[in-house]
Nanobody
Framework: QVQLVESGGGFMQAGGSLRLSCAAS????????MAWYRQAPGKQRELVAD???????NYLDSVKGRFTISRDNAKNTVYLQMNSLKPEDTSVYYC?????????????WGQGTQVTVSS
């Protein structure tokens, strides 16, 4: 049974920092690409950042220079360090694990953690 458990969300004033964590179980973590998505009310879910099994990263333009994704394969955990938070970062943040093997796509989601940034 695959589980992705997020933590670290909460309430923060603009300019502050939060660190999200996502602990994975039930998968061979080191071979999965990991990602953070977010979804605000009335909006589509969007990719915030991802990190490949090899450690390459990719970011949404609006978070570049403020957010950092990292992974600790020994702890089966992926992190999202969020600095200089803005009210527009307010969303539910979801952890995602994905891997493609041939025509098969393996995709798992966490339950989400709320991040609220006040102005």
């Amino acid at each position: 049974q695959v589980q992705l458990v997020e933590s670290g969300g909460g309430f923060m004033q603009a300019g502050g920092s939060l660190r999200l964590s996502c602990a994975a179980s039930g998968i061979t973590f080191r071979i999965y690409a990991m990602a953070w998505y977010r979804q605000a009310p009335g909006k589509q879910r969007e990719l915030v950042a991802d990190i490949t099994s090899g450690g390459s990263t990719n970011y949404l333009d609006s978070v570049k220079g403020r957010f950092t994704i990292s992974r600790d394969n020994a702890k089966n955990t992926v992190y999202l360090q969020m600095n200089s938070l803005k009210p527009e970062d307010t969303s539910v943040y979801y952890c995602n694990a994905h891997r493609r093997v041939g025509a098969s796509d393996y995709n798992y989601w966490g339950q989400g953690t709320q991040v609220t940034v006040s102005s």
